[in-house]
């Protein structure tokens, strides 16, 4: 019976030609698109989830809550370790502290000669810490491996590019900042692509300890490089944990500290969707973003729902004397049923034989837009295939079953006669799902038009200081004091196109921030922290910030003069900042006097207020040198710069990054997502504008001979073109005035995310009409204009 109605399927498939590439073309596209989004969304659900016992597996993090607010982060104080280790033993299985670094790696051949010199990151772990993720071990153990000082353990990759066969790793020797040799005691499996600990070089955490300068002792420290995992007992649960931390927080932390310091537990399972806490990969993705392109999904498929079921309520009337003859015939209305889902099933395999050939022509593009190894292959991933035909049976379910039931239900001797008439295939319900279908294209189109504002708006915005052609390239802070360094700004400043220089920690927007407490002018403690910055004299001009009081401070190795911006003196009370200067400022221990006041800018990224901030010197932090150049000739220039560098410093690794690429990355994923709701808008007015030219096409061809009998009448073309597009322009009006008040929820709540934000005006929503009025007349107008102009006795003849 089934390969019967099949057969009947593609008979009605290949007669209504049109009808089938219409439906077929917006399914297609519509499920393609989501076959790419779940791609996406498997990829990002994919992260951490191979770890035995994930379920009890657990970072430490660290926030303070003060009077201006709360912060967290996923550093720890350096003695946490130890004494959730002797405060939790009947709660805690396991606890492991890992650290963050980043230096020189160099490798020696057999004869004593440098063969590889490489800029990797670092880790030191506690062995523990391979104890609670369960990491595979080629080679070694954690507990063999990483138990003494100077031992590192290698991924296969590093261990492979260091030494060219990672069988032959173990035993040889790496030498790490031109200052300690470790020895490889491990090789660990290949780091995936979807992990939040790429771990490639992993040194013993006890070499870390043995470290004179790292004081493992004070709680007053927190490092965001630090970090702390533990494992839960079978049995125990994670609310008494929880429940315990503050009385513990109480303990160790600080009680008159100006913020309530408390250190929480944060599941693995959240660690990869936290953008505020972020991990090791510096890969996060939000669930609300995982939320919103699942909706959009589900909004491209419904629109092509939509289309379907319009085009094949409009062609019921066409197939309604073939209804008749079955039913006569003697078939019964589910065989008819089945006879209808098993044409919608066969567009839709079709279908979605296309949206694999446009998956797979579109996935390189989405790959490079989220700089993710994305893979469409359903040998490795079932759940992909899964996934399409569970598409394809919700595909055909909706948009075939009511289209099913109505051309099924007709009278046989009305249908036999001819006397279904169009409003038979639910005429209102065309209209509903018209203004659907439109209401979420115009949506769309003006959540797009608002996110491209917003996101020029931050391209544009001054920020206070001009980032423009400055390159941040890093120095040894341990080096700071030879006379090399200074050599090396000498040099860099006589090249040509070179404007000025400043040795400095961070340019004034960073990701990588320090907070402090301070006392001003001999007072308690101010009741709020400050973002400092330590620079040399040169920092205000290489930057371009504005002195709205006083001058930069002199030339000084540590702190004897200070800076601050207008927000600091604001929020300790200062109106006339002239009246600060001269006043002392008390921070990390040392004296120092204000001399003068900066214009605020924007430390952070747009999403945050402006800190109070402190610039001063201090020789021994500084980590960077920026330069300053002629934008027209930074290609020339930062070649000269590298090649200055490495013939200064012939032992260490140059790096450098520009200020401006580096404050873009803030905003990086809403730049994927102004691109995703680019393409998707598209996508969506596409499709629904290709089930408009195909509704309009069948109401046409049934008005073919009321058109011809008006023409006769003397109706002109203009009239018969107006007289059909009238109903889906009207559609498309009611769709707008739906669209604008849902659009402004989701737009406000969106730019609500950033502190600095364009005003939301109506322009977005007039634009969205314009488009989708101009378009619905443009595409309406062309097959109506076909069927006014049509031949008056070919139309008369017409049945």
């Known amino acids: 019976m089934f390969k019967l109605n099949l057969k009947i399927a593609w008979r009605n498939l290949w007669k209504n030609k049109g009808y089938t590439f219409i439906n077929v073309l917006g399914l297609s596209i519509g499920m393609a698109s989501c076959i790419l989004i779940f791609i996406f969304i498997r990829y990002q659900m994919s992260f951490d989830e191979d770890f035995k016992n994930e379920d009890r597996i657990y970072r ?25 280790k002797n405060d939790f033993k009947n709660q805690i299985e396991k606890v492991g502290a890992i650290r963050q670094d980043g230096g020189i790696i160099k490798v020696k051949d057999d004869a004593g000669k440098e063969r590889i010199k490489s800029l990797e990151d670092v880790f030191y772990a506690d062995p523990e810490f391979f104890q609670i993720l369960s990491f595979n071990w080629l080679q070694g153990n954690p507990i063999q491996s990483l138990s003494e000082p100077n031992t590192v353990v290698l991924s296969k990759n590093m261990a492979t590019k260091l030494f060219g066969d990672w069988n032959k790793a173990v035993g040889k020797t790496i030498n790490y900042q031109n200052r300690e040799n470790f020895t490889v005691t491990g090789i660990l499996q290949e780091m995936p692509e979807n992990t939040s600990f790429p771990l490639n070089i992993v040194v013993s955490y006890k070499t870390f300890k043995s470290y004179k300068d790292e004081k493992f002792t004070e709680w007053g420290n927190t490092s965001s490089n630090d970090e702390c995992y533990f494992l839960l007992k079978k049995g125990v649960s994670i609310d008494e944990i929880r429940g315990a931390l503050p009385k513990f927080s109480e303990k160790y932390f600080e009680k008159d500290a100006i913020s309530k310091e408390e250190i929480s537990a944060q599941a693995l399972a959240d660690i990869h969707y936290n953008e505020n806490l972020g991990n090791f990969a510096n890969k996060t993705m939000p669930k609300k973003e995982l939320y919103g392109l699942a909706i959009i999904g589900a909004f491209l498929l ?51 034989l296309v949206a694999c050939v446009l998956t797979e022509v579109a996935l390189p593009g989405m790959k490079s837009l989220f700089n993710e190894n994305i893979s469409f292959s359903i040998i490795q991933h079932p759940i992909i295939f899964v996934f399409m035909i569970g598409l394809v049976i919700i595909v055909s379910f909706l948009a075939g079953l009511y289209p099913a039931m109505i051309m099924s239900g007709f009278s046989p001797a009305l249908a036999i006669k001819n006397k279904i ?11 509903v799902l018209v203004v659907l279908q439109f209401t979420i294209t115009i949506i769309l189109i003006i959540g797009t038009l608002v996110v491209l504002r917003q996101m020029k708006y931050t391209r544009e915005k001054p920020l206070g200081f001009n980032p423009s052609a400055i390159a941040m390239v890093s120095v040894r802070n341990d080096s700071l004091s030879l006379l090399k360094y200074q050599i090396l700004q000498d040099r860099i400043s006589k090249i040509p196109g070179v404007l000025l220089t400043s040795f400095c920690r961070t340019p004034p927007s960073s990701s990588n921030n320090n907070e402090s407490n301070f006392r001003y002018n001999g007072t308690e ?8 910055k330590v620079a040399d004299e040169h920092y205000f ?69 402006i800190s109070p901030v402190i610039i001063t010197s201090l020789k021994e932090n500084y980590r960077n040198l920026a330069i300053k150049m002629d934008s027209k000739q930074i290609i020339s220039v930062m070649p000269q710069i590298e090649k200055i560098w490495n013939d ?24 994927i997502m102004g691109i995703l709701f680019k393409v998707f808008a598209g996508v969506i007015i596409f499709i629904s504008f290709i089930g408009l030219f195909g509704m309009i096409s069948f109401v046409a061809t049934q008005r073919t001979k009321e058109v011809a009998i008006r023409k006769v009448l003397g109706a002109s073309t203009i009239e018969l073109v107006k007289m059909l597009n009238g109903s889906f322009l009207m559609m498309v009006f009611i769709a707008n005035l739906v669209a604008w008040p849902l659009a402004y929820l989701i737009v406000s709540k969106w730019l609500a995310t950033f502190t600095y934000r364009i005003d939301l005006s109506i322009w977005p929503f007039i634009i969205a009409m314009a488009i989708s009025m101009i378009i619905t007349l443009v595409t309406v107008s062309i097959r109506s204009y076909k069927a006014a102009v049509a031949n008056t006795i070919d139309s008369l003849k017409y049945e």
């Open 60 to 84: 430490i993090t660290t926030n303070w809550t003060a009077a201006d607010g709360f912060s967290e982060s996923q550093g720890v104080p350096k003695p946490a370790p130890d004494a959730l």
């Open 302 to 352: 419904l629109t092509a729902c939509i289309n379907f079921i319009n085009l094949a309520t409009a062609q019921a009337v066409s197939r309604s004397k073939e209804v008749g003859v079955r039913k006569v015939m003697g078939s019964l209305r589910n065989q008819l049923v089945v006879q209808f889902l098993t044409e919608t099933l066969t567009i839709c395999v079709f279908a979605l």
């Open 421 to 431: 008439t169009a409003n038979a295939g639910g005429l209102s319900l065309r209209k």
């Open 525 to 532: 403690k101010a009741n709020f922290q400050v973002n400092t």
């Open 541 to 609: 001009k290489t930057f371009g910030l504005t002195f709205v009081a006083g001058k930069g401070f002199s030339k000084s190795d540590t702190i004897k003069e200070l800076v601050v911006n207008e927000t600091t003196l604001r929020k300790l009370n200062v109106v006339n900042f002239n009246e600060a200067l001269g006043k002392q400022i008390t921070i990390w221990g040392k004296k120092g006097t204000i001399v003068g006041v900066v214009k605020d800018f924007n430390n952070l990224s747009l999403h945050e207020p």
């Open 648 to 671: 200064t410093f012939p032992e260490n690794f140059y790096k450098s990054s520009f200020v401006d690429d580096d404050i873009s990355q803030y905003y990086e994923l809403e730049r």
